[in-house]
């Protein structure tokens, strides 16, 4: 299980070793939720984007600190940061996890801040 602010558990580098990881999903744009067909259509032109860029990848589960909200994603190893950006737009997320390894779990967020809402060293707020 990945955590924000937290190392990821040694088997990831076992299991798709790599130089950096990100979590991404096209499921739900926006946080908002739609029908299964669309999500998974989404998905596959997720895959396609990610073959196209010949990326290596394990299948991942995204969800809350509470287990309320569940999207399957794709756990993508050497996709630069950069590149996770663009695939973040592409499929309006509002955020993803992407790391470089040896480092703790980081969270990029699409959207801006909400007023009041304290900073974070594991979130960066990307605009």
């Known amino acids: 299980m990945l955590r924000i602010g937290e190392a990821p558990p040694p088997a990831l580098a076992e299991a798709l070793p790599a130089r950096s990881w990100t979590l991404v999903t096209a499921w739900n744009p926006g946080s908002r939720p739609r029908d299964d067909a669309s999500n998974r259509l989404a998905d596959a032109a997720l895959q396609a984007d990610l073959d196209a860029l010949g990326l290596r990848r394990l299948p991942a589960s995204n969800s809350d600190g509470g287990g309320q909200w569940h999207e399957p994603g794709w756990l993508v190893a050497d996709l630069g940061t950069a590149g996770a950006d663009t695939l973040a737009r592409r499929y309006s997320q509002a955020g993803i996890l992407h ?29």
Do not use: C, I, T
């Open 99 to 127: 790391w470089p390894a040896g480092e703790a779990v980081r969270l990029r967020m699409y959207m801006a801040r909400p007023a009041g809402v304290a900073g974070s060293p594991w979130v960066d707020w990307v605009e």
